[in-house]
Structure formats: C-alpha cells, structure tokens
C-alpha cells in the first residue's frame, strides 16, 4: 500500500499515525486493489506452501475462527464462502 497509496491516500486524512492505524484497521477494504499485484500473489503463494495441508493451531483457530481441526486452505475458503452467502442473502428476493 505504501509503494502505491493511489487506492487509499485521498481516503485517509491525518496525520502519518493516524493514515497508518487506517490503512491497517479500516472497515474500508482498499486491500482489494492490491490482490492482483505480483508481489502480492507471490507472498499468497508463500505462506499456502508453507502452511500446506497441516492443521493450524487449536488456539489460533477457536480464538479468531471459532472452529478447530482446520488447515489454512480450509479457512480460506470457509472465510470466502460465508462473505459470499451474505452477498446471496442480500440480493435475494423476500418472499
């Protein structure tokens, strides 16, 4: 974000301190932009491959996921898939 702050700096008001607590606590997900950068993807790919298949620690997972006996890739996709059922849950008509 710092190499290419075009996504967040007319966003972030403040002082330096202040634009640092943003970019890292914001509910404003200018991360987005930055997921197709190569560096990006390559850092992605580094931490999949080290993490593997193995199951991630018992106290990491029931304290930020709330489930246990989970590998990083089955995180990820339970985390993808619960943002897209929402989206589902909004866009679908009531009946």
């Known amino acids: 974000m710092l190499t290419q702050p075009g996504h967040w700096k007319k966003y972030y ?22 997921w197709t950068e190569p560096e990006v993807q390559n850092a992605l790919t580094t931490l999949r491959n080290n993490l593997g298949d193995k199951v991630l620690p018992y106290s990491l997972l029931s304290q930020f ?24 849950a909004a866009c679908s008509p009531i009946i």
């Open 13 to 34: 008001h403040g002082t330096q301190p202040e634009q640092e607590f943003k970019r890292k606590y914001s509910l404003s997900d200018r991360a987005r932009y930055y």
């Open 65 to 88: 996921i709330g489930e246990t006996n989970l590998n990083a890739a089955q995180v990820i996709d339970m985390k993808i898939n619960k943002v897209l059922n929402e989206y589902m």
